[in-house]
């Protein structure tokens, strides 16, 4: 038994110098090849994080990996460029609402500019306002005289600012010294005429037929008249013009007859 582990121990001694010599013989050849794993070291401890992850379950970035494909909470990519768009589609989309088709001319060009309000081309009156009392002065003068009767001018002359216009018949009544009426207004004879347009300054006349107090008699009822009292045709208010006479104070009977502007 002493031999056999003497025999046994001489050849691990052999064996072990037979490795010592072939790591020798190894250094001998230039150094570059590398030393024989002998110190039982795991290999896992050169192993890429790749293999490490795939043990542990996580996902562990990659050295040279681009991060924005590699992680999954990379921000998506940049959408600056989107309103932009969106402002430019609406601008192409929508033509300008204040454009007009040229070479079209103005309307206010083509057309023939009109004369001002009451007034014609060359500056003659087209329309103007009734004459008021206020903007009038009357005389009455005899023209001729027939049996029984005298025809009279009544004239009424503008003295306002502004031309006016006298159409149709005036009302003229008698009256005394304190303005009271005597008798009954004239009567409307002939036709009412045309308009006659008086300018500041002129006149217009109308004629105005009177019978003689004393062709009534008794039942006449005479009184002394002090003055006419006149209204322009479409007026409200009368003016005064001076004129003495006889007129019947008798209701029933008609001492005036008068015409129109106009005739």
């Known amino acids: 038994m ?8 001489l050849s691990v001694l052999a064996l072990a110098g037979a490795l010592v010599l072939a790591g020798c013989g190894g250094s001998d050849d230039g150094g570059s090849s590398s030393a024989p794993e002998v110190s039982g070291q ?4 050169t192993s890429s994080p790749e293999a490490t992850s795939g043990q542990t379950g996580e996902a562990t970035p990659s050295s040279t990996g681009s991060p924005a494909t590699d992680s999954p909470s990379a921000p998506a990519p940049a959408t600056a460029s989107e309103p932009t768009t969106a402002t430019e589609s ?6 300008p609402a204040a ?15 009109h004369p001002a309000a009451g007034e014609q081309p060359g500056g003659s009156v087209a329309s103007v306002e009734a004459c008021r009392a206020t903007d009038l002065s009357g005389a009455v003068s005899p023209q001729q005289g027939a049996a029984g009767s005298v025809i009279l001018d009544l004239t009424l002359t503008n003295d306002g600012d502004q031309a006016c216009e006298l159409s149709g018949y005036p009302g003229v009544s008698f009256a005394d010294a304190s303005g009271e009426i005597i008798g009954v207004p004239a009567t409307r004879s002939g036709t ?10 002129e006149s217009a006349t109308a004629q105005l037929k009177q019978s003689n107090a004393r062709n009534h008699g008794q039942v006449c009822n005479p009184h002394t008249t002090a003055a006419l009292v006149v209204y322009p045709p479409e007026s409200y208010t009368s003016l005064s013009i001076p004129y003495e ?13 008068v015409q129109g502007f106009g005739v």
């Open 2 to 9: 002493s031999v056999h582990k003497h025999r046994a121990a």
């Open 42 to 45: 795991p290999s896992t401890a």
């Open 90 to 95: 609406d601008s192409v989309s929508e033509p």
């Open 99 to 113: 454009a007009e088709p040229t070479g079209t001319a103005s309307p206010s060009s083509s057309e023939p500019s």
């Open 192 to 201: 009412s005429g045309s308009a006659v347009t008086v300018l500041p300054g």
């Open 245 to 257: 006479t006889q007129a019947c104070g008798n209701p029933k009977i008609a001492q005036l007859e």
